[in-house]
Structures are given as structure tokens and as C-alpha cells.
């Protein structure tokens, strides 16, 4: 182990850059402030009409131009911009960045509004349906519709705009995949494959259709009025998630070439560990075991024993079932002490921003290293009594934290956790 | 960091041909014509899926009865591959085994889709319709069945593999990052063993229409694959299948006394900017960095059939004067995000079999070699992304 390799002599992986837009503001000092002043960015959803929805309440990122445009392009628009500001911050030219892209991108369909548009052009012709929307199609091709449909679409676009290098990666492991980019970025550079990396998680998918969805597998909150008291993680009388938007950036390089180019190290990427749940769609293993893996692995992964972490930034979505699983998985790994290790959700403000989250919560994880302040779980009024857990409730704290555990689970069994900690020097 | 050799040790196939390693060996030796259906998309051309027992690889019809067909399709081949292979019933090899899926999206519901834009036509408030029709009309758990993610999910669920599960998303280029993924984890010692493929279902009016939204899909019936140029339409005729392969490093093959069918060498992949970047001589430079040591004894071309984009493929692979062609998208159709793993899967049974089977079109691919020991995979996407893979004999 020399200064710049692991536990198991795998180089070191040094976060370099960070960036983060979500509904609480654009931007690393926007977002800080408002997560650490416990302000909520869960509002009424005015982007489309509520009539017949029992959810009316979300964390869309509504400031943006893009944001009325459609999932691709607001996706697009906000991987753009977090991607911006860590290339910025990591003081690579932000048209050449020279490295791989990983971006973990929400799966997007054509619009309701490009079907409606579609069948305007053929009207005439027939009975409306699938035929018909193929009939329009003949008439010319609709490249910008295509576009929007298309899964590898978003990447080509970041990866022209920011000079990545090479076939970049578009993934989806459902809640967990902004850890799955960069844990696939981290990967990367343990192989030696680039000196840097860029890790994007983007989702800008908030629509009637997606909300309706989510809703069908009774996984929102209905907790309409007033929308900021939706999301309370840990709390007895949490009632789903609040689906929500934005993205996190992330520019890793391996330490010794970060620390040769005399670049300014924001933290360590130390660890990811993964493992698969099979036990059911939506619902996990009852005895926690694939959560319970994925946090020892991580630990294994970071060389790090459980003593050392200092802080949970927790999954913590606020359904019943989620934060009951994660209970039970942090309390076997971390014993009598998850009484007392401070774990709290940034979703309790920011909302489940899905296919970001991990990404997002890894930027304010390294964000509460930087800066020795825990951003708090909020709306916690009544504690869920079989939930024994300091989850920094309703306001901020400060601590000196130099590690990080930030957990991720979703549908499908996918289960990723991150470990960050402070520059080793 | 280690220096594996990566080799595939599982393969599962099915698609119009067949299902199974030897079907699809055996349609392709025998030289039968191709299974197409011009008249249910009419004026498009598929190539159906062949009749599947789906209780051979997903026993529980509760399972079944959660996926849509592209999910049911690539859970069975993954079954198939891991049996292949010999370890689908060794749960602690499943336990602790890798999984990368390259997925696309699954199938939306016809019947809700056509009765929203029926409605739209007659109503003035259309948020409240859509909105009306969404929250009564659609199958709860419609949505998971048709989640990219929950393909790897099934997986995980029917067949128990668990060690890791990611899903590569991005058409063609997510087969080849998939595979060039799971091979550079194992060749470092990132992991030992890993389940990687895709599959597509064809047969949706939706994956038509995602590909018909460019103008991409042949529309005056079936022509064989480097014939197209003057047909009617992009050229694309899509197939319905899927194609996993288990990949391990060939010590932990060697240990369970595996069969090896091939050895990856090698996966190079790019993603040109086309509008900007010659592709031809893209093509070119990953087929020539993947025959730098010796040209390959042949090439399997997963080209798509879009009309441009398979010129120029073919272009290419004409300057590799002595490597044997064969394209494969004229006979099962072109599978999307499965296109890289079935390509590379074909190869495999190539340099396995230590022989090339009769071309596909004769008028544009030569016969022999007699003997082949190493073979290319190719897959370059319809729109972007470009990979190819080199197979050896080990």
C-alpha cells in the first residue's frame, strides 16, 4: 500500500469534481444552503393537469427552460449542467474533458404529445392507433421525436458537448443507478483504463404517465397538503416516496494523477459494493441479507471497518418498506452503534430523484466531509418506534466527519452502496 | 492487476430459427430460408420469434405472467445460457455471479395507447383524459414488466443470479458495452464469472414505431442483407430473440472442468460523431486493431441493414480481403441490444466448430475458409456506436 493505492495495492480514486441540480436550486451553493437549512423543494406539481391524481405533489425541477420540454431534454439539460460544473470545478476544459462518460439516464419513451402530434398529421386517414402512427412516419422522418426515444441519445449529446472519450456507458439499475455510474467510473479507473472519469446521474422523467405508474404500485406519498410534510423518512406515519428530479456530477481521477496535475481533492472514492436481491419485483428479501451484501461489500471494497464510518447518508426514501428494510440491514452491519451513527435522508427535502439519487446523495455526501455539516432528515414529527435510529432530525448538525457510507436500493433487487472519505493527507 | 484470459463457456440462444446452440448452428449450416411475417405489420417485415415453452426455463407461470415478451424472452435465454454452461442449478456459482444486461425498453399496452389517442381527438381537456384513462385503464403491474432494469431483475429472480446486476441501456452500443464491460472486469481479477446478453421482441407496433420515427425499417418485404439498398424504406428488417453468454476467466473455467467454446481476445468499440467522423474508416480501424496480430479466418457481421450505415460496413469489411464474411441480420433479423452478444455468440460456435457456415447471401459473400481459429464479431449501431469483438480458439 504506498500513498497512492488501496488496501489491496488498486489505485486510489480521488474525487476531483462535483456538481448537483435538483428542486432546491442549480448549483453546489444553492443546494447546500437549502439542504442544510432543512428547506423541502416538494411542491404541487404544475407541469401537468392533477385532475384524478391521488399524488399532486413532486420535486420537479421547474426553473430550467427545458423544464416543460419533455423527459429526454430536461434529463439531457440537467446532466448538462451538473456535468458543467464539476468539469469546471475539476479545472478540465469543459469541451475536452479527455476521459470516459458513465451516465446513469432514466428509461424515456416517446411523449404523449409526439403521439398526439403524430396522429394530427394522419387524422384523416383512419381510425387512430399504432398503424396510423407508423402511416405518419412514412410521410418523413421525425428526427427530433426519434431522438427523444432514443436510450443512447442523451450520451452521444454529453459526450460530443464535453469531449468524454470512447463508447460511453448509459445505465439503469432503477433507484441505485447514479451509484452504479460511478462505481462503473471507479471500476474503470482501477483498471487503468483512464486516469479520469466522468459519472453522471440525470432524471428529468416527471410526467402524468411516470407518476401514474408509480402510483399503481401504491409507491408515492399522498400526502398532498401541505406537499413540504411528504417526504419523512424514518417518521411512523411515512406513506411512499415523492418522485422527484434533478441530477449529480461527479469527476473522479486516479489520486496520483489528480495529485500530479496539483488538482484540488475533494475526497476519496474508497469503496462500492453491490449485490443482487431475488426475492420479489418491488419488496426485499425479508431477512435483509442482499442489503445487508451490498453495505459489507462496499466496506470490504473501501478496506474499512464498520467503526470508521462516521456518517449515513441513508437511501431513505420514506415508504413503509424501504426504510424498514434499511433499518434492518444498517442495525446487523453496524450494531448497537446505528443508535447513535447519524444516518439521515436527503430525500426527506429534495424528494426520490430516482435515477439521480445515488449520484446526487454521493455529492452531498462528500459535500458533509468538506464542509463538517450533516444535512438533517426533516419532517421528523413522530418517530416510527421500531426505527432505533440518529437520524439528525429536522436540523443540521456539525461533526467532524471523515467517512461516509451512502446506500441505494431499488426495484429489480439492485443494491449499491458507496464509501467516501476525506483526502488521506 | 491481473491478465485473465476471458472465455465463454455458456451460450443461449433463440430467436426465428430456434432455440438452443445446435438449432441455430444447424439453420445456418442447412442453409434454410429465413422465418419472416410481412402481413401483421404490414408494410413491415419481422421475423417472429419460434414457438417457445417458456416453462422450460421460467417454471413458475406468477413469473411469467409479471414480464412482458422482451423480458420473458431474454429471462428464458439467460436460462438457456447458464444450462449451457452447467451451472444453472450451482446456487453458490449463481449466487456470486456477475450479470450485465444491455436492455431496451419493453412493451406498452396497444390497447390503452389506442384508446388515449382516440380520445384525444374528441376531447378538449387532454392532461384530464390522459390522466382518466392512465389511472383506470392501465395493469398495475404493467409498468415493471416493462422496466429496463426488470429484465436483470427476472434474471435474478427465476434463475437466482445475484452477485452483481447492471443494465447497459443505449440500442446496439449497449450490447457491446455489456459484453466489453463483463470481459475487462474478469481479464483485471474484477470478477470471476458473469452472465451478459440482451434480448428484443420485434413483434411490437412501439419497436416499430422507435425505429419507423427515422424512416429505418424496410417496408416492401424481405431481400437478403447487402440487398437492400434499393428497397423500399431504411432497410431494417427487425427479428425477435435474445443471446446470453456466460463469460469466465479461463482458470475458474478450468477448475469446474467447463467446456470452452472460444476465448474473447479482445473488444474494441468506439462512438464517432457521424455527422462529423468518416465512419468507414472508423469501421476499418476497430476491425484492423482487432486483426493486428493475424487477420481474422472470419467475420461475422451483425450490420442491421440500414441501408448507409450497412454500405459502409461493407465497405469496410471488403478490404479485409482475407477474412470470410458473414452477415446474419438477413437471416434472424437484426435484434437491437442483443445484435453484439448473438454476433459474438455465432463466433464463438465458428471458431468452437472450426468452421464457417455456407454464406448467407451467396452473391455477396464467399465461400470457406476450410479452417477457422479465430473469428470477429461485429456490431455497428443503426444510429451510433460501433464494436467489434475478436474470438479465438483456446
Given amino acids: 500500500m504506498s500513498k497512492y493505492t488501496d488496501h489491496l495495492g488498486r489505485p486510489l480514486v480521488a474525487i476531483t469534481g462535483l456538481g448537483v441540480v435538483s428542486s432546491l436550486g442549480q448549483g453546489k451553493e444553492e443546494n447546500w444552503a437549502a439542504l442544510t437549512s432543512g428547506t423541502s423543494g416538494i411542491h404541487t406539481i404544475t407541469r401537468f393537469a392533477l385532475d384524478n391524481l391521488r399524488t399532486q405533489i413532486a420535486g420537479t425541477v421547474d426553473f430550467l427552460e427545458e423544464s416543460t420540454k419533455g423527459a ?78 432514443e436510450f443512447g441519445y442523451i450520451a452521444e449529446v454529453l459526450a460530443d458537448k464535453f469531449g468524454t472519450r470512447g463508447l460511453p456507458i448509459t445505465l439503469s439499475t432503477a ?101 443482487a436481491d431475488d426475492f420479489h419485483r418491488t419488496r426485499s428479501k425479508p431477512d435483509g441479507s442482499p442489503a445487508i451484501g451490498a453495505v459489507r461489500a462496499s466496506l470490504e471494497d473501501a478496506g474499512i471497518e464498520e467503526d470508521a464510518i462516521d456518517y449515513i447518508n441513508a437511501h431513505g426514501t420514506s415508504t413503509p418498506e424501504n426504510d424498514k428494510m434499511e433499518y434492518l440491514a444498517l442495525s446487523t452491519v453496524f450494531g448497537d452503534r446505528i443508535s447513535s451513527l447519524p444516518v439521515s435522508s436527503n430525500k426527506s427535502m429534495i424528494g426520490h430523484t430516482l435515477t439521480a439519487a445515488g449520484a446526487i446523495e454521493a455529492v452531498f455526501s462528500v459535500l458533509t466531509i468538506q464542509t463538517g455539516t450533516i444535512p438533517p432528515t426533516i419532517n421528523y414529527d413522530n418517530p416510527d418506534p421500531a426505527i432505533v435510529m440518529d437520524v439528525v432530525p429536522n436540523v443540521k448538525r456539525e461533526a467532524s466527519v471523515s467517512s461516509v457510507l451512502s446506500s441505494s436500493f431499488g426495484f429489480g433487487g439492485q443494491n449499491t452502496c458507496l464509501v467516501m472519505t476525506a483526502e488521506p493527507n | 492487476m491481473q491478465n485473465n484470459t476471458v472465455v465463454i463457456t455458456g451460450i443461449g440462444l433463440i430467436s426465428s430459427l430456434g432455440e438452443g446452440v445446435d438449432a441455430h448452428w444447424k439453420a445456418f449450416n442447412d442453409g434454410l430460408e429465413p ?14 420469434l419460434v414457438e417457445v415453452d417458456w416453462n422450460n426455463q421460467i417454471p413458475k407461470r406468477g413469473d411469467q405472467r409479471q414480464m412482458e415478451t422482451w423480458q420473458r424472452i431474454g429471462t428464458y435465454t439467460a436460462g438457456l445460457a447458464l444450462q449451457d454452461a452447467g451451472i444453472k442449478d450451482d446456487e453458490s456459482l449463481c449466487a456470486s455471479m456477475d450479470m450485465v444486461v444491455a436492455a431496451g425498453g419493453g412493451e406498452r399496452d396497444v390497447s390503452v395507447d389506442t384508446q388515449i389517442l382516440a380520445e384525444a381527438r374528441v376531447r378538449n381537456d387532454i392532461g384530464t383524459m390522459l390522466n382518466e384513462k392512465l389511472t383506470t385503464e392501465l395493469r398495475p403491474t404493467l409498468f415493471l414488466a416493462q422496466l429496463s432494469n426488470l429484465l436483470a431483475g427476472n434474471i435474478s429472480i427465476v434463475h437466482k443470479v445475484t452477485g452483481s446486476s ?151 469489411l471488403d478490404t479485409f480481403s482475407s477474412s470470410a464474411v458473414r452477415g446474419v441480420a438477413g437471416k434472424l433479423g437484426h435484434l437491437r441490444e442483443a445484435q453484439f452478444p448473438l454476433v459474438v455468440a455465432l463466433a464463438a460456435l465458428s471458431v468452437f466448430n472450426g468452421s464457417a457456415f455456407p454464406p448467407v447471401d451467396a452473391k455477396n459473400e464467399r465461400a470457406g475458409p ?25
Fill in chain 1, 72 to 149: 429526454s431534454t430536461l434529463s439531457q439539460k440537467l446532466a448538462s449542467l451538473a456535468a458543467e460544473e464539476a468539469v469546471a470545478q475539476a479545472g478540465f476544459p469543459v469541451d475536452d474533458f479527455g476521459g470516459p462518460l458513465f451516465l446513469a439516464a432514466p428509461p424515456v419513451e416517446l411523449e404523449w404529445r409526439n403521439r398526439f402530434a403524430l396522429d394530427a398529421l394522419v387524422k384523416s386517414e383512419g381510425e387512430p392507433g399504432y398503424d396510423l402512427l407508423l402511416a405518419a412516419c412514412r410521410r418523413g422522418p421525425q428526427v427530433d421525436m426519434f431522438n427523444t426515444a
Fill in chain 1, 175 to 275: 433507484c441505485a443507478s447514479g451509484a452504479t455510474a460511478i462505481q462503473l467510473g471507479v471500476e474503470a479507473i482501477r483498471r487503468g483504463e483512464s486516469d479520469r472519469v466522468l459519472s453522471i446521474g440525470t432524471d428529468g422523467s416527471v410526467s402524468a404517465e411516470a407518476l401514474v405508474r408509480f402510483s399503481l404500485l401504491s409507491a408515492l406519498s399522498t400526502h398532498n397538503e401541505p406537499a413540504h410534510k411528504a417526504a419523512k423518512p424514518f417518521s411512523k406515519d411515512r406513506d411512499g416516496f415523492v418522485m422527484a428530479e434533478g441530477s449529480g456530477a461527479m469527476v473522479m481521477e486516479s489520486l496520483e494523477s489528480a495529485v500530479a496535475r496539483g488538482a484540488n481533492i475533494l475526497g476519496i472514492m474508497r469503496g462500492c459494493g453491490e449485490k
Fill in chain 2, 35 to 48: 422465418r419472416i411475417d410481412s402481413e401483421t405489420f404490414k408494410p413491415y417485415t419481422v421475423h417472429p
Fill in chain 2, 166 to 316: 447492471r443494465t447497459f441501456m443505449g440500442e446496439e452500443g449497449s450490447g457491446i458495452s455489456a459484453i466489453d464491460t463483463a470481459v475487462a472486469r474478469i481479464r483485471s481479477g474484477q470478477s470471476t464469472h458473469a452472465l451478459v446478453g440482451g434480448a428484443y421482441n420485434s413483434q411490437h407496433p412501439d419497436m416499430l414505431l422507435g425505429y419507423e420515427l427515422n424512416g429505418m425499417l424496410k417496408r416492401d418485404g424481405w431481400a437478403p442483407l447487402w440487398q437492400r439498398e434499393d428497397s423500399a424504406g431504411g432497410g431494417i428488417v427487425t427479428g425477435s430473440g435474445g443471446a446470453f453468454l456466460v463469460l469466465e476467466s479461463a482458470d475458474h473455467a478450468k477448475k469446474r472442468g467447463a467446456r470452452v467454446y472460444a476465448a474473447i481476445d479482445g473488444v474494441y468499440s468506439a462512438q464517432i460523431r457521424r455527422r462529423r467522423d468518416d465512419l468507414t474508416q472508423t469501421v476499418a480501424k476497430l476491425i484492423g486493431a482487432a486483426s493486428s496480430d493475424k487477420a481474422a479466418d472470419l467475420i461475422i457481421s451483425g450490420a442491421s441493414g440500414a441501408k448507409h450505415v450497412t454500405a459502409v460496413e461493407k465497405a469496410a
Fill in chain 2, 370 to 394: 476450410s479452417d477457422v481459429n479465430t473469428a470477429l464479431a461485429t456490431s455497428i449501431g443503426g444510429t451510433r456506436s460501433e464494436g467489434v469483438a475478436r474470438l479465438v480458439k483456446v
